[in-house]
């Protein structure tokens, strides 16, 4: 198997001209993973920046309501709201190290955008991040914060105008400035070896839930659940589980408006769930497309699940039944927002909303056993808009 | 005519070849025939022609425009190859395209359906040479040329690799960047010509606009120059469109035969 590879998925399709970038990274990243230096400057980040460790909260209120221990990976109070910046940290001072000049991101929800122009600002790169002008309009206060921050925010006009359109964009960019330029991913997704280094970075949660729940539990959880747009948080939660074959990880996509598709247009994004093998943006994986391989446009309500395709090692991890996806819809999501800000006093992101949704659908059916772990991998504040309009179209 | 015939015909000539891109279905079927055979009409020496896909990374403003309104017009694969073999000409067709497209037809199949439309060449700018063995063989069992890029930024080892697997011609990317129309195309690009050693002909494209880029690009060593943008933004305006697609491609055709 190519080291590139996931099983048969990854790989890097990408132009001629971006090969040898992704050499570059692949060589820094081989040489900093266990620099000394490297380590103890992310160690310094990662606590004194993003705040970590994060706590694993026991939601007693959930827990007595569906009759099983929940307890929740609280991704969303790292600092910018959401677990974007544990891998923005890692990939802005590998970017640091490789004395680039300048870092761009795609971002959907813009809390990638937001946590890319947080490390920029810190770090002294000068900026660009490209959101599709769908999200820019559904989004609007991270585009705010983003500027704030320095960051120069360009707003992309082309294809369903969303995270899709927003890494094709970005991806131009890097093609043109690509020798003083880093490409910041992220979510475990594109060509090798982003989906290795974003998911390492991201492990860290799953590494302290760990350690965390044998404190609390003395024990492992009966399962993990964790939203999957490009599937970052997932594998960041799962990656350090994989080989304790008796929690079951449950990667939860967004069902949309049910599992239909348009001749142009999926009516969600559960590419992991229903998607077919093919390419994109750099990546073998499992993908939305037609009859020929156009890709589809997703949809979703939450702006950072609303994508084509999802991250290889995913693709792979569900083929060999390692992990279940599931999906809930845009409906049992925002019933899930409320349930959770009404129970628990915490206004998940929407993201993560479906992540919790799906616990609410299966508590009782058995499969997630008695002891889960939800990643509540960000916070709401950014969709209170969005939210509050639904509720008035409900009127 | 294979591409490799065409190529030793214009040395014959003494004659750089012009190879002209246009993307299939853009504004729509009709019309891209129309347009071709102004192409050919002018003295093109080969026809590049694009199969749109939804998501072209590799494309600048102009080609992804072009592309999308093919789509919309209703181009895809089968109608593709119904318009290339509708193209009566003797000159090669080479297909541009990005992968998925030709991953989910099939590669054995794709390769059939380009021989069985008189398409000689393909390019894939989202395939590099790690990924590209299966599509290879498929290519060489059936007789066709796949044609790879170099890059500024290709380093020696690298262009080795490359040089060794291309056939047909080498597409040399003269500067950084995406697809469209620039001012500063020579500046990078001799500096590659100079470092591609290959008895295969290199074709420069990536912003040739004009016949002057063209003549400069082949005073520094090209064996063909690649033009697609400057097409496309005439095929865009709908004023004109086939005359003027001929008068620059007659234009730059000229650059081609002007011994340097
Ligand atoms: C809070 C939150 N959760 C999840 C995601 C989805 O990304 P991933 O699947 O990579 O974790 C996003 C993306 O913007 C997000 O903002």
């Known amino acids: ?395 | 005519m294979r591409i490799h015939d065409k190529f030793s015909e214009l040395d014959e000539k003494d004659e750089k070849a012009l190879i002209a891109y246009v993307c299939a279905g853009d504004p729509s079927f009709e019309e891209t025939k129309e347009i071709v055979k102004s192409l050919i009409n002018a003295g093109a020496d080969i026809i590049e022609l694009g199969l749109p896909f939804s998501d072209p990374v590799a494309d600048g403003p102009t080609i992804e425009a072009a592309a999308q309104r093919a789509l919309e017009a209703g181009m895809n694969p089968d109608r593709y190859f119904e318009l290339a073999a509708d193209i009566d000409t003797d000159i090669p067709l080479v297909c541009m395209t990005y992968y998925n497209l030709i991953y989910q037809r099939g590669l054995e199949k794709f390769a059939e359906d380009c021989v069985n439309v008189g398409i000689r060449g393909i390019i894939v700018p989202d395939l590099p040479a790690e990924e590209a063995d299966d599509l290879h063989n498929a290519c060489k069992e059936n007789g066709i040329d796949l044609i790879f890029l170099v890059t500024p930024v290709t380093d020696n080892r690298r262009m080795e690799t490359i040089l060794n697997k291309t056939s047909g011609f080498v597409y040399v990317v003269s500067r950084l960047g995406v697809t469209g129309t620039r001012s500063d195309v020579a500046r990078s690009t001799k500096d590659i010509l100079d470092r591609i050693d290959t008895d295969v002909p290199k074709a420069v494209g990536f912003g040739i606009s004009d016949k002057e880029q063209a003549a400069e690009v082949i005073s520094e060593g090209a064996d063909a120059v690649i033009v697609g943008s400057a097409f496309i933004k005439i095929i865009a305006s709908g004023e004109n469109v086939n005359e003027r697609v001929e008068t620059l491609a007659r234009e730059l055709k000229e650059a081609c035969r002007t011994e340097n």
Not at chain 1, 78 to 97: D, E, M, R, S
Not at chain 1, 182 to 207: A, C, K
Not at chain 1, 342 to 357: D, F, K, Q, T, Y
Not at chain 1, 362 to 373: I, K, Y
């Open chain 1, 1 to 395: 198997m190519k080291k590139s590879m996931y099983g048969k998925y990854g790989g890097q399709f990408v132009p001629e001209v971006l090969m040898p970038a992704l050499t570059e990274l692949e060589e820094a990243y081989d040489k900093y993973k266990d620099d000394k230096d490297f380590l103890e400057e992310l160690d310094y980040y990662m606590k004194e920046f993003a705040g970590r460790e994060t706590p694993l909260y026991f939601a007693k209120n959930l827990s007595k309501k569906y009759g099983i221990k929940i307890y929740l990976k609280r991704e969303d109070l790292v600092h910018g709201g959401a677990h974007k910046l544990n891998n923005t940290i890692g990939q802005g001072l590998l970017a640091k190290y490789m004395r680039k000049k300048r870092i761009i991101a795609e971002t959907g929800a813009g809390q990638h955008g937001t946590a890319t122009a947080m490390i920029g600002a810190n770090l002294g790169f000068e900026t660009e991040v490209y959101m599709g002008a769908k999200d820019v309009e559904r989004q609007h206060m991270n585009v705010y914060r983003m500027e704030l921050m320095g960051s120069k925010v360009n707003s992309v006009e082309s294809g369903s105008r969303t995270l899709k359109d927003a890494i094709n964009e970005a991806l131009r960019d890097w093609v043109t400035n690509v020798e003083n330029t880093h490409y910041l991913i992220g979510s475990v997704v594109g060509p090798h070896p982003y989906p290795m280094i974003v998911r390492d970075f991201q492990s860290v949660i799953g590494n302290e839930v760990k350690k965390q729940i044998m404190e609390k539990e003395g024990r492992l959880p009966d399962s993990i659940v964790a939203c999957a747009g490009g599937g970052s948080n997932a594998m960041g939660i799962f990656h350090p589980f994989i080989d304790d074959k008796d929690v079951r990880l449950f990667p939860v996509e967004a069902g949309g408006c049910g599992l239909k598709n348009t001749n142009k247009e999926a009516l969600h994004s559960a590419s992991l769930s229903v998607g077919e093998e093919g390419i994109l943006q750099g990546a073998y994986t499992k993908i939305l497309q037609d009859e020929y391989g156009q890709i589809l446009e997703s949809s979703s309500v939450s702006a950072g699940l609303d994508y084509s395709g999802v991250g290889p090692e995913l693709a792979h991890l569900a083929d060999i039944g390692r992990i279940e996806p599931r999906y809930v819809t845009d409906d049992e999501a925002l019933e899930a927002f409320y349930e959770l800000s009404r129970n628990e006093g915490i206004i998940p992101a929407l993201e993560s909303s479906h992540a919790i949704a799906n616990v609410m659908k299966m508590a009782d059916d058995g499969e997630l056993g008695e002891l889960v772990v939800i990643s509540l991998s960000g916070r709401g504040d950014k969709d209170l808009e969005t939210v509050f309009k639904l509720k008035e179209m409900e009127a």
